[in-house]
């Protein structure tokens, strides 16, 4: 053998899908002891969904931002093509697409899943796998959806603010406003 020996963790944080790594991470032993161990499979669920076949060292905090932005539920509604009921995006059983849009769920729906994925990819981190070196999910941040702070009025709430506001405070405040959230955290807003 010559050239260079990619490290055994490294090799193998190539092969191992996202799709793979949530399976064996829900058939833990100390993973099925968590509480809430049933609501979680549903968070890998979402998490798989998006991630799917992207191998786990590939995951970048960048791609757990836009699983961030992409967060959305849909109505259940009958399949345009099929007989079935669809309440995702893409019909599970004929691949038909919907076009309506679905409605931005909570931060803290939002924070749920995110939480799940900093803790698989721990897992993966932990001396017993060693599947990845960093943990991307810990980068990105959570916002806490009960802290003023981090929230934005949305559109509504801020034309009623703005009728009520002496001028000089509406156009420090509009200013603030317009630059202020970016579309897709408006969009988070439940
Ligand atoms: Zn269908």
């Known amino acids: 053998?010559?050239?260079?020996?990619p490290s055994p963790g490294k090799a193998r944080a190539q092969s191992v899908t996202f799709r793979q790594w949530?399976?064996?991470y829900l058939a833990l032993e100390p993973v099925k002891k968590l509480r809430g161990y049933a609501i979680r499979k549903l968070y890998v669920e979402n998490l798989v969904r998006f991630f799917g076949d992207k191998p786990l060292g590939a995951i970048m905090p960048e791609d757990v931002t836009a699983y961030r932005a992409?967060?959305?539920?849909y109505k259940r509604i009958k399949c345009g093509k099929c007989e079935g009921m669809v309440s995702r995006e893409v019909c599970?059983?004929?691949?038909?697409?919907?076009?309506?849009?679905g409605a931005p769920v909570s931060v803290q729906t939002?924070?749920?899943?995110?939480?799940?994925?900093t803790h698989m990819l721990n897992v993966a981190?932990?001396?017993?796998?060693?599947?990845?070196?960093?943990?991307p999910a810990a980068h990105v941040p959570k916002p806490n959806p009960n802290n003023e702070r981090d929230r934005i009025a949305s559109a509504e709430e801020w034309e009623r603010?703005?009728?009520v506001l002496p001028p000089h405070l509406r156009r420090l405040l509009t200013v603030a406003y317009d630059v202020?959230?970016?579309?897709?955290?408006?969009?988070n807003l439940e």
Do not use: Y
């Not at 053998?1 to 020996?5: L, V």
């Not at 992409?70 to 539920?73: G, I, M």
């Not at 599970?92 to 849009?101: E, T």
């Not at 939002?110 to 994925?117: A, E, R």
């Open 110 to 117: 939002i924070n749920h899943d995110h939480m799940t994925l």
């Open 70 to 73: 992409q967060r959305v539920r």
């Open 180 to 187: 202020g959230p970016r579309r897709g955290e408006l969009l």
């Open 1 to 5: 053998m010559t050239g260079q020996i």
């Open 125 to 135: 981190r932990s001396p017993q796998f060693r599947l990845v070196t960093d943990n």
């Open 92 to 101: 599970h059983a004929c691949g038909w697409k919907r076009n309506d849009a």
């Open 22 to 24: 949530g399976k064996q």
């Open 161 to 163: 603010l703005k009728a």
